[in-house]
């Protein structure tokens, strides 16, 4: 079994910045895919950004490419999601997902076996 921990959410003004963190226990993924994903109010779950742990390679949406950056730390097990130029649009129950079966970033939500609880990013105007 894998725990996914998020912690770094928050209340930020537009223009502001978060950096979430996503703590992994349990089995380890040494080459194995990981993201974000997002849940704004009322809509469905969406995709953020994804990266390859054991290459580093990354996607990102549309949405937030060029805004934020996903990272890992090898050592520590920790996935990272560095928020900058947050608009409100941004708010959402964020959420780290790691995949058992892929190697490559993926987009999609059914590749990943394994999802944190989520944490809460208020973006206000």
């Known amino acids: 079994q894998v725990q996914l921990l998020e912690s770094g959410g928050g209340l930020v003004e537009a223009g502001g910045s978060l950096r979430l963190s996503c703590a992994a226990s349990?089995?380890?993924?040494?080459?194995?895919?990981m993201g974000w994903f997002r849940q704004p109010p009322g809509r469905e779950r969406e995709f953020v950004a994804t990266?390859?742990?054991?290459?580093?390679?990354?996607e990102y949406d549309n949405s937030v490419k060029g805004r934020f950056t996903i990272s890992r730390d090898r050592e520590k097990n920790m996935l990272y999601l560095q928020m900058n130029s947050l608009m409100p649009e941004d708010t959402a129950v964020y959420s780290c997902?790691?995949?058992?079966?892929?190697?490559?970033?993926?987009?999609?939500?059914?590749?990943?076996?394994?999802w944190g609880q989520g944490t809460q990013v208020t973006v206000s105007s």
């Open positions: 997902a790691a995949s058992s079966k892929r190697l490559t970033p993926t987009p999609r939500e059914y590749d990943y076996d394994y």
């Open positions: 990266l390859s742990w054991l290459g580093g390679s990354t």
């Open positions: 349990g089995r380890t993924f040494s080459r194995n895919a």
